[in-house]
């Protein structure tokens, strides 16, 4: 039987993606690229059980930004598992684009879960919520090309750093 490479095992790594996208449908475009760069599987917090985690080996998380926070279905799933040394990586989409307050927490949430953060990726996306609807909302088109590009290479980053360990 030939032996396997530590490259090799690491390609062949099970990723899951759990997303949550409620108004524009920004973070299911920037998870459904990362997910196609992955070879991952996407699922919805509330699809998800902790059994389901179990079964991979790189977990990524990701939502909107709603009210300066990821939003609560993402965050009761983390607050739920159990101590786990898998890898995993962080990513969200926010009309205020890179000034994202709540991911500092989130990623403190899953390393007291015992996951290694490898990554993170923000991008603005069309907010349209509350008053700002009534301009039209803000970053309207976004994410866009280049976002989506820049998720695809976000997604190129994190497999090079596996195939390096």
Request: hydrophobic share 35%; glycine share 8%.
């Amino acid at each position: 039987m030939p032996e396997i490479s530590f490259k090799e095992t690491i390609l062949k790594m099970k990723t899951l993606i759990i997303y949550k996208s409620i108004h524009q449908g920004n973070t299911k475009k920037i998870a459904k690229v990362i997910a196609k760069e992955l070879t991952a599987k996407l699922q919805t917090p509330e699809t998800t059980t902790l059994k389901d985690l179990e079964k991979y080996d790189l977990l990524g998380f990701g939502s909107g930004i709603y009210a300066w926070r990821y939003h609560q279905s993402l965050l009761k799933l983390v607050d739920n598992l159990t101590t786990t040394n898998k890898k995993a990586f962080i990513f969200s989409t926010s009309g205020g684009g890179t000034k994202d307050p709540d991911r500092k927490a989130l990623r403190k949430k899953l390393e007291n879960k015992g996951l290694e953060i490898i990554g993170e990726f923000n991008c603005k996306g069309w907010d349209k919520f509350g008053p700002l609807k009534l301009i039209g909302g803000i970053n309207k088109g976004r994410p866009d090309t280049k976002d989506l590009k820049q998720a695809q290479d976000f997604a190129k980053k994190l497999k090079e750093k596996l195939n390096k360990k």
